[in-house]
């Protein structure tokens, strides 16, 4: 397949990786726990089957992950892209409510409504609800999908509807540990 020219031209021009809710002043915290995938290593490609909606059968990845520091109340998964070509990274999932008495969440997890019972998905890439998976611009490179687990000394309380701006305002000052997981995906 030809390369795609709109790709070509964005190539240098991404959010960058300082546009991470990881990266946040207000959401630093040691990273005293471990967050891993059976699907795929960190820094690793993402396999086809958790590719976005339209192109692939956009499942969830399982997810795995050490215990979390005392103390935490709940889990708050946040997976971006840092490489989109705008101001601010795509989110791929927005999700509150994880028990932290799990070690982890399996595939397809991230549905919505998900099979997991109290967990909630805000409003992720296009107004999307749940895992919304890879889906880079063909010929732009390799994306990074930054799986940002959150370990929080309290519950956030939200409206049934909820975006990333509200849990990030939310969640400020109440994080407790943090693990991160980085997959790849590249459309050539």
Not at 163 to 180: F, K, M, P, Q, W
């Amino acid at each position: 397949m030809p390369a795609n020219p709109l790709g070509l031209a964005l190539h240098n021009r991404r959010a960058g990786r300082h546009t991470l809710g990881w990266a946040r002043p207000d959401l630093q915290a040691p990273e005293n726990f471990v967050l891993t995938s059976p699907a795929f290593d960190h820094e690793a490609p993402i396999p086809e089957k958790h590719r976005g909606r339209l192109v692939g059968a956009n499942i969830s990845p399982a997810l795995d992950w050490t215990r979390p520091p005392a103390g935490t109340v709940e889990l708050v998964l946040i997976v971006q892209d840092p490489d989109v070509p705008l101001g601010k990274p795509a989110t791929h999932a927005l999700t509150l409510g994880i028990d932290p008495s799990l070690t982890g969440i399996p595939e397809n997890a991230l549905a919505n409504p998900s099979p997991i019972p109290g967990v909630r998905h805000g409003k992720g890439a296009l107004g999307h609800r749940g895992w919304a998976g890879p889906k880079p611009i063909r010929s732009h490179g390799p994306h990074t999908y930054a799986f940002q687990l959150f370990a929080l000394d309290q519950a956030p309380e939200l409206p049934a509807s909820f975006a990333l701006d509200e849990v990030i305002a939310a969640i400020s000052g109440h994080v407790i540990g943090r693990a991160r997981l980085d997959g790849t995906y590249e459309i050539r």
